[in-house]
């Protein structure tokens, strides 16, 4: 897969197990939104039950992974009456292709959803490709 | 939480809408059983607008526009009270209506999506914004006036306390 300098991707899931830092450790991935701005993208994962403290999000050359922890949303001594919430930590890692300025990224975490904004970098441009 | 149901989150899960991930892996028998189990388990805070067969059947084939039952809810029981928890990411509190008729609780609302200029692309769109309603069945014991919600990180708690039993009153002979 040829990799144009020019061409921003950030592709859809790419979540894998391997970068999995806890094999006992129980993830799901986090459902989100991806919005292009003029100047940069926009990402949101949903992660209800996270909180500010409990998110990580880091960037290592192009990969951007984000973590979101959850604390236990009950008390222990209580009896389930009903169970639909699947109450584990959220993980999702992004591929990020060139042309974004990963290490501008801005992250902020409101009513359960975190909000990223990637800038595109000065050389963004997206790239056409005419059909001959 | 078995392993092979993270397995089946990750290896199929991805970019599809979140209600795949509460499938289980295993039998359809195993799964009917175990969805039975779950759906008569319950005599109290039956949802009403689904009987337990058509939610059968909309978890088995998931919706490509979400959710079928938005949103996800627990409901556990704590000496005193009740308390229903619900995920509700990105809904701020005046999105959020808690309405309480009869011995019907109704949550309904809609999550907005604002504060982008125009000219804004939807590259990937996974999270379920459609308006929402849904409602339970309470049980007797509730006291309906004393009930209290607090939304928080995307987390809604609904605390359903249960009425006050009436203490025996000893009577001192005079």
């Given at each position: 897969?040829?990799?144009?300098?020019?061409?921003?991707?950030?592709?859809?899931?790419?979540?894998?197990?391997?970068?999995?830092?806890?094999?006992?450790?129980?993830?799901?991935?986090?459902?989100?939104?991806?919005?292009?701005?003029?100047?940069?993208?926009?990402?949101?994962?949903?992660?209800p039950?996270?909180?500010?403290?409990?998110v990580?999000?880091?960037?290592?050359?192009?990969?951007?992974?984000?973590r979101?922890?959850?604390?236990?949303?009950?008390?222990?001594?209580?009896?389930?009456?009903?169970?639909?919430?699947?109450?584990?930590?959220?993980?999702?890692?992004?591929?990020?292709?060139?042309?974004?300025?990963?290490?501008?990224t801005?992250?902020?975490?409101?009513?359960?959803?975190?909000?990223l904004?990637?800038?595109?970098?000065?050389?963004?441009?997206?790239?056409?490709?005419?059909?001959? | 939480?078995?392993?092979s149901?993270?397995?089946?989150?990750?290896?199929?899960?991805?970019?599809?809408?979140?209600?795949?991930?509460?499938?289980?892996?295993?039998?359809?028998?195993?799964?009917?059983?175990?969805?039975?189990?779950?759906?008569?388990?319950q005599?109290?805070?039956?949802?009403?607008?689904?009987?337990?067969?058509?939610?059968?059947?909309?978890?088995?084939?998931?919706?490509?526009?979400?959710?079928?039952?938005?949103?996800?809810?627990?409901?556990?029981?704590?000496?005193?009270?009740?308390?229903?928890?619900a995920?509700?990411?990105?809904?701020?509190?005046?999105?959020?209506?808690?309405?309480?008729?009869?011995?019907?609780?109704?949550?309904?609302?809609?999550?907005?999506?604002?504060?982008?200029?125009?000219?804004?692309?939807?590259?990937?769109?996974?999270?379920?914004?459609?308006?929402?309603?849904?409602?339970?069945?309470?049980?007797?014991?509730?006291?309906?006036?004393?009930?209290?919600?607090?939304?928080?990180?995307?987390?809604?708690?609904?605390?359903?306390?249960?009425?006050?039993?009436?203490?025996?009153?000893?009577?001192?002979?005079?």
């Open positions: 897969m040829a990799k144009k300098n020019e061409v921003a991707l950030i592709r859809r899931g790419e979540t894998a197990l391997v970068r999995r830092a806890d094999p006992k450790e129980e993830l799901i991935t986090a459902v989100c939104d991806i919005f292009e701005m003029p100047d940069a993208f926009v990402v949101k994962l949903d992660m039950g996270s909180s500010k403290e409990g990580s999000v880091t960037v290592e050359s192009d990969i951007l992974t984000v979101g922890m959850v604390k236990s949303l009950h008390r222990e001594t209580v009896s389930m009456l009903m169970r639909e919430i699947v109450a584990l930590s959220y993980y999702r890692v992004f591929n990020l292709g060139k042309g974004l300025n990963a290490d501008r801005q992250a902020e975490f409101e009513d359960g959803v975190l909000t904004t990637i800038p595109k970098a000065d050389n963004y441009k997206e790239r056409r490709i005419s059909i001959s | 939480m078995t392993s149901l993270v397995f089946r989150v990750f290896g199929t899960n991805v970019g599809l809408p979140k209600t795949q991930s509460h499938i289980k892996t295993g039998t359809i028998e195993e799964y009917l059983e175990d969805r039975m189990f779950i759906r008569f388990a005599p109290v805070f039956r949802t009403e607008t689904k009987s337990p067969v058509e939610s059968m059947i909309d978890d088995m084939f998931p919706s490509p526009f979400g959710r079928s039952s938005f949103p996800a809810v627990d409901v556990v029981e704590i000496e005193a009270e009740f308390e229903l928890v995920e509700m990411p990105g809904l701020k509190k005046e999105d959020v209506k808690i309405s309480v008729e009869d011995r019907t609780l109704t949550l309904s609302g809609e999550r907005k999506h604002s504060g982008f200029p125009d000219g804004t692309k939807i590259i990937l769109h996974e999270t379920q914004t459609h308006p929402f309603n849904r409602s339970f069945e309470l049980p007797e014991e509730i006291d309906t006036n004393r009930i209290a919600a607090e939304l928080k990180d995307g987390i809604l708690r609904i605390r359903l306390p249960k009425v006050e039993k009436v203490k025996p009153q000893e009577i001192r002979i005079s």
